[in-house]
């Protein structure tokens, strides 16, 4: 049942991966080949309006380039292999605050020497703020991660428009960080309502 759980995990990642892949950097790319194409029937007409779509088209380049960044880093956050834990953190503080929101991270170090439980942290957290950029409307994003000598509270909330709790499988993202939870012997908990969203992870660590 364990390698089942693991193999339904990964398949999960995989599909989270795919859509993304169709739903983002796809079209982006048509959305690109539209501003070329454009550029080309411009070309002898009218250089000037030429010139602002083949601007638009160097936008939407580097907006695919930030994308499939974006879904490497998902694979495997490489920050994590260069520089560490603390790391991936800031950057992932850092991108909630480019986007606007009122952000207060308040995390402890988690050791890296196994391999999964620190990178497992980073992705429930990871997973529960791109969920907020994704659908909330918050304001504010509170995140915390406490380690203690047996166990790893995580708690990530914030002053969105919440959503329905009790139907966690309909919502993709909270099954993946569901499964990952009880594949380390773990529990989550989500309250949700119309003043925003907290989500409750307790991970046990052994001595």
Do not use: W
Request: hydrophobic share 40%; with cysteine; glycine share 4%.
């Amino acid at each position: 049942m364990y390698n089942k759980e693991i193999l339904r995990m990964q398949e999960a990642e995989r599909k989270r991966i795919a859509e993304k892949l169709h739903d983002d950097t796809v079209q982006d790319i048509v959305c690109l080949s539209q501003k070329l194409e454009l550029a080309m029937l411009y070309m002898d007409q009218d250089l000037v309006q030429a010139k602002l779509e083949l601007a638009l088209a160097k936008k939407q380049v580097r907006l695919i380039m930030d994308g499939v960044r974006d879904t490497i880093y998902d694979l495997r956050p490489m920050i994590f292999d260069d520089i560490g834990y603390d790391a991936a953190f800031e950057r992932l503080h850092d991108k909630l605050n480019e986007e606007g929101y009122d952000v207060h991270f308040d995390v402890d170090n988690v050791s890296m020497t196994d391999g999964v439980t620190a990178l497992s942290v980073y992705r429930i957290v990871n997973e529960a703020c791109q969920n907020i950029m994704k659908h909330s409307k918050a304001k504010k994003v509170f995140v915390f991660v406490k380690h203690n000598s047996d166990k790893i509270n995580i708690s990530i909330a914030d002053d969105g428009v919440g959503f329905n709790s009790r139907i966690v499988g309909n919502h993709f993202g909270l099954s993946i960080m569901k499964e990952r939870v009880e594949l380390l012997s773990g529990e989550m908990e989500i309250i949700s309502n119309e003043r925003g969203t907290s989500i409750h992870v307790m991970i046990p660590v052994s001595i």
